[in-house]
């Protein structure tokens, strides 16, 4: 379970920047929860799964998973439980190893034994069997440099390289936003089929509303650092794109081409 509570982050404290990213949020999710977080520029999404994977400090508040408080725990003690994609699709994945490489140093994470390694006939299986659940045909790709690969399979990659070895949270940074909406959609119905039936939390920022309503089973929005508007259950599944346009104004939210063109 992650426990969220109170969460408060600032930005360039005592300068005239003073920014306040995070304002008292709070957040609980259980095991096997899919949040999709949706909110616009500068609503401090980013910020809040920064907190969570340790890479930024928080000011006030606390963050506690499965009941121990890793309010401050350093990043690299995170790492083995906390997994991410990035909007980018060069980062995550290292461009100069082929497939198999960035798939052992996945499987690797968090453990000692490091480069200095071959690959065992069990990894390869392994791999091989994820990889064809891609679809991309990827598992006929293992010895191929990343570097070559398109976006979209970059990003498969990089998922499966996430749920590997099974994390605690997995989070999503708009992984789909920069790739082509057939591609996206591509990544996204892969996203679901690795998460369905999962164990760990999944927590997904987009700037899409539809995509924000069909996946997942809570819902957060955000403007200005709070949370402005949460569902779940039968109320998220009920939503419309409308309802979430009247919450965002009711916030006072000013709403940029890119959500609004997305829908
Ligand atoms: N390292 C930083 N230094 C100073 N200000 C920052 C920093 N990171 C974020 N901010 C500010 O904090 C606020 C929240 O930023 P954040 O990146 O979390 O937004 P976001 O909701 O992810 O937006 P976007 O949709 O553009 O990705 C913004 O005003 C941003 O300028
Ligand atoms: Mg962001």
Redesign the pocket.
């Known amino acids: 379970m992650l426990k969220i509570e109170n969460l408060t982050k600032m ?2 404290v005592g300068e005239t920047t003073e ?1 306040i ?1 995070l304002n008292n949020v709070c957040l609980n999710l259980e095991e096997g929860d899919f949040l999709t977080i949706i ?9 809040l799964l920064n907190c969570i994977s340790g890479v930024l400090s928080v000011d006030e508040g606390k963050i506690l998973l499965d009941g121990q408080d890793i309010t401050n725990l350093a990043e690299y003690k995170r790492a083995s439980y906390v997994s991410r994609v990035f909007q980018n699709p060069l980062d995550g994945t290292a461009g100069g190893m082929n497939i198999e490489e960035n798939l052992a140093l996945a499987h690797r994470r968090g453990k000692k034994r490091g480069l200095g390694w071959g690959i065992t006939k069990q990894e390869r299986q392994l791999f091989h069997k994820l990889l064809s659940e891609t679809g991309l045909g990827l598992e006929n790709l293992m010895a191929q440099k990343v570097s070559t690969l398109s976006g979209g399979q970059r990003q498969s990659l990089a998922l499966v390289m996430a749920v590997l070895v099974q994390p605690k949270i997995l989070l999503l940074d ?1 992984h789909t936003a920069a790739l082509d909406p057939k591609t996206a959609k591509t990544v996204l119905e892969l996203t679901e089929k690795f998460t369905k039936n999962s164990k760990f939390i999944t927590i997904m ?1 987009t ?1 899409n509303m539809n995509d924000a309503i069909k996946f997942g089973n809570k819902l957060l929005m ?1 403007n200005q650092g709070y949370v402005v508007f949460q569902a779940s259950g039968e109320e998220k599944a009920n939503l419309k794109v409308a309802d979430l346009i009247s919450k965002f104004s009711q916030a006072g939210a000013v709403l940029n081409d890119r959500i609004l063109l997305n829908n």
Request: aromatic residues 6%.
């Open positions: 930005f360039n920014k990213a909110g616009g520029n500068g609503a401090g999404k980013s910020t708009e920022v700037h955000m």
